[in-house]
């Protein structure tokens, strides 16, 4: 009874109020309200530190972090961006610190794994085409495809495998990305292409290797 009084209670938060409302009350000490606020994201918040990190204990730990960080701050947020996209920039900042404390390191140097080419020397050479490549979660629906995947993405370096998650798994647009990894919009363009095309040969190798066959 009580847990669903207390779910109800969020109900009419996110029926009665916009965002911004709920901002300006969580601003102001409710707690209620930015639970609400925060209740939207948890679970893309979770999803995107579990890719990061491929640890579920070391995702929670980044979850609550980003929560307890936003609660200190929350009186700092001007509204220059949507509230989940200032989120994102939090959990993005915490999984950063958690993977730097663990003294994880790039399974190989970047410029080993990434294509050699500029984005702009890409689109000359006419691979243009593999932006209609579809996400590879939808294109290839067999778990032991989606564990390929899987571990392609978490061998990508950091900056690639974030830009990666957030335009592909959180559907962020460039824009929204670029404000969250504080790069400017053509740089974000050219990192998530090149992780796209750095995931691309991963998983087309594995795939030859696997089953004689290469994803187009």
């Given at each position: ?57 070391d ?21 220059e ?5 200032w989120?994102y ?37 006419g ?69 796209r ?20």
């Amino acid at each position: 009874m009580v847990k669903a009084t207390f779910l109800n209670r969020f109900i009419l938060y996110f029926y009665l109020m916009n965002e911004s409302e709920l901002i300006k009350k969580a601003q102001a000490g409710d707690f209620e309200a930015f639970s609400a606020l925060v209740n939207a994201s948890k679970n893309k918040i979770y999803a995107l530190a579990l890719k990061m990190t491929a640890n579920p204990q070391d995702a929670e730990d980044i979850v609550q972090d980003t929560f307890l960080k936003a609660i200190d701050n929350i009186e700092q947020f001007r509204g220059e961006s949507a509230f989940g996209t200032w989120l994102y920039s939090i959990a993005l900042n915490q999984a950063r610190a958690h993977l730097a404390k663990q003294k994880q390191t790039d399974l190989k140097p970047i410029e080993d794994y990434l294509p050699a080419r500029s984005a702009e020397e890409l689109h000359r050479e006419g691979v243009v085409h593999l932006f209609d490549w579809k996400d590879p979660h939808q294109k290839l629906e067999d778990e032991q495809l989606r564990t390929i995947i899987d571990n392609a993405i978490a061998e990508l370096p950091a900056k690639y495998r974030e830009a990666f998650l957030l335009r592909y798994i959180e559907e962020l647009s460039i824009k929204e990305i670029s404000k969250i990894i504080n790069e400017s919009v053509a740089s974000t363009k050219s990192r998530v292409l090149r992780a796209r095309l750095a995931l691309r040969d991963h998983i087309s190798k594995a795939l030859e290797d696997k089953y004689g066959t290469e994803v187009s």
